[in-house]
């Protein structure tokens, strides 16, 4: 599977006045450096959550729809769980093999089905099951789709406040010593307390959490 992006965030989760507030800055000097910062402290956070934290749309490649996400013992699933959460919406899903490239795939075959939660959706099989003309060659689909909160509001105070943590380490920290870094075989770029909300801000999704056995939605 491969992931892509195709439209990045416009705003972030933090804004600058709070990250000024957050290290006790009274001045603009910094704010440059502070915005790139926290940029790459969201990618970095995103990255080993699965998540978006705003607006984002991203390609995926993988294996036809009816393939995709097998379990062990390769059993057939009827879930796709793109792998950035949460999920505002699928904009389309085609098959990429030449003789077939770009064909859409009808939207009238799956649904987007939002869990308890609401902070992780899978696409669903609707009626009749996946298309069968979709081919199982590797990258043969690609799913686009958008992910992220739709306003720094709606962010998790969790999440931002990992930004924050991370970003005031970043900042304060400019030159880490190896040496202080290295814990075994990890090297820990984090302050515990962010090494904490980042792992409390989104269990990963299990194959055991992937259904086999569910009914397509009617």
């Known amino acids: 599977?491969?992931?892509?992006?195709?439209?990045?965030?416009?705003?972030?989760?933090?804004?600058?006045?709070?990250?000024?507030?957050?290290?006790?800055?009274?001045?603009?000097?910094?704010?440059?450096?502070?915005?790139?910062?926290?940029?790459?402290?969201?990618?970095?956070?995103?990255?080993?959550?699965?998540?978006?934290?705003?607006?984002?749309?991203?390609?995926?490649?993988?294996?036809?729809?009816?393939?995709?996400?097998?379990?062990?013992?390769?059993?057939?699933?009827?879930?796709?769980?793109?792998?950035?959460?949460?999920?505002?919406?699928?904009?389309?899903?085609?098959?990429?093999?030449?003789?077939?490239?770009?064909?859409?795939?009808?939207?009238?075959?799956?649904?987007?089905?939002f869990e308890a939660s609401e902070d992780i959706a899978h696409i669903r099989p609707v009626n009749t099951g996946w298309p069968t003309n979709v081919s199982s060659e590797p990258n043969s689909c690609r799913i686009r789709f958008v992910a992220g909160y739709t306003s720094a509001s709606l962010v998790p105070e969790t999440v931002k406040l990992s930004i924050k943590m991370v970003t005031a380490h970043w900042y304060e920290n400019r030159f880490e010593c190896v040496s202080l870094l290295r814990q075994g075989k990890e090297y820990k770029r984090f302050p515990l307390g962010a090494q904490q909300l980042i792992m409390s801000i989104r269990p990963q999704i299990r194959h055991d959490q992937i259904l086999p056995d569910e009914p397509p939605i009617t």
């Not at 999920?87 to 009238?108: E, F, G, N």
């Open 1 to 113: 599977m491969g992931l892509s992006l195709v439209t990045a965030p416009v705003a972030e989760p933090v804004s600058l006045v709070e990250m000024r507030e957050y290290l006790r800055i009274t001045h603009t000097d910094d704010d440059d450096i502070l915005s790139s910062l926290m940029k790459g402290a969201r990618r970095v956070i995103e990255n080993q959550t699965a998540s978006s934290f705003m607006t984002t749309t991203w390609d995926m490649d993988s294996v036809a729809v009816h393939d995709f996400a097998l379990d062990p013992l390769g059993i057939q699933p009827t879930r796709i769980y793109p792998p950035r959460q949460p999920v505002q919406s699928i904009t389309h899903i085609k098959d990429m093999r030449t003789t077939q490239l770009d064909t859409t795939i009808d939207p009238a075959t799956y649904a987007l089905q």
